[in-house]
């Protein structure tokens, strides 16, 4: 069943993966995707402990699974076996009852500078999309896209190759003047119709906020479209520098405490995106059981 089907209450997604990744050894330099491969258990692990605390899906470690993003590591040619990997890993790890969304993030390369044609990223996305579905996912989240063509390029490739639900969620930035946009310009409200269009059937925003910066991200969208349900994976904060590496602020209860305003602003599916961790999903798990 798709998961847009059972939104009768709120959901809970699950925490970051990079970051875990980097807690559990993975160098700079490293691919994350070839651990599927090479540190499967540490992968599982990962996908296991937001099981453990409460979350009602969880991704994949795939999130640079496309063939250009794969090409800088000499793996391009293993986009099929490292995303089948990836999604066998969380199937195995989520059970029964809970849901496994095939991560798929942007390629790096831009339509507008001509690095790349419409046809060639969608013949990546779509060879992504049909290797995540075989290895078990049950949605596809296509995320943290700027580009609102890129986006929809690849919510149409998943969506007319696969028979998976798609995600789509836009990460965007607080300007000066206090509205939101994507580093390509694209306001919450732009990118509601065009998803849709392509095949979306629950749309939102993923990291470059903590939870307080979502919540008028949220309203934004909900005024263009008040029924489409919507997801969003905060950070755990805005990112400071400490100690000369990245840190997300955020403890468990703080990141928490946002819950009740974005659930009112209209979120139906909360997860975390960077600096989030199981004990975050926990805690959020434990506000949004209260709110029924």
């Not at 937001?50 to 979350?55: C, E, K, R």
């Not at 950070?235 to 209860?253: H, I, K, Q, S």
Request: glycine share 10%.
């Amino acid at each position: 069943m798709n998961i847009s089907d059972k939104l009768t209450g709120v959901l809970v997604s699950d925490g970051a993966w990079g970051t875990f990744l980097q807690q559990k050894g993975l160098q700079p330099g490293e691919c994350p995707e070839l651990w599927n491969i090479t540190h499967r258990d540490a992968v599982a692990d990962i996908a296991r402990s937001y099981i453990l605390a409460g979350s009602d899906m969880i991704e994949t470690n795939s999130f640079g699974g496309n063939r250009y993003k794969l090409e800088k590591y000499g793996l391009e040619g293993q986009v099929t076996e490292l995303n089948k990997a990836a999604a066998e890993i969380s199937r195995e790890a989520a059970g029964p009852g809970k849901w496994v969304l095939g991560s798929i993030g942007p390629t790096g390369k831009m339509l507008m500078l001509e690095e790349v044609t419409p046809e060639e990223l969608y013949e990546a996305f779509r060879e992504q999309a049909v290797a995540l579905e075989a290895g078990g996912a049950d949605a596809i989240v296509v995320e943290t896209m700027t580009d609102l063509e890129e986006a929809v390029l690849a919510v149409r490739a998943a969506r007319e190759n696969t028979r998976l639900e798609v995600i789509c969620t836009m990460t965007f930035d607080q300007l000066v003047t206090g509205e939101y946009r994507t580093m390509m310009g694209i306001s919450p409200a732009d990118m509601v119709q065009p998803l849709q269009n392509a095949g979306a059937s629950i749309i939102g925003a993923n990291c470059g906020n903590g939870m307080a910066g979502m919540i008028p991200v949220v309203e934004e969208i909900r005024r263009t479209n008040p029924e489409i349900p919507v997801l969003v994976h905060a950070n755990a904060g805005l990112p400071v520098y400490c100690d000369g590496t990245t840190c997300f602020p955020e403890n468990p209860e703080e990141m928490a405490s946002c819950v009740v305003q974005l659930v009112a602003a209209g979120a139906n599916i909360i997860g975390g995106c960077c600096g989030t961790t199981p004990e975050h999903i926990a805690e959020i798990k434990k506000r949004v059981s209260s709110l029924k």
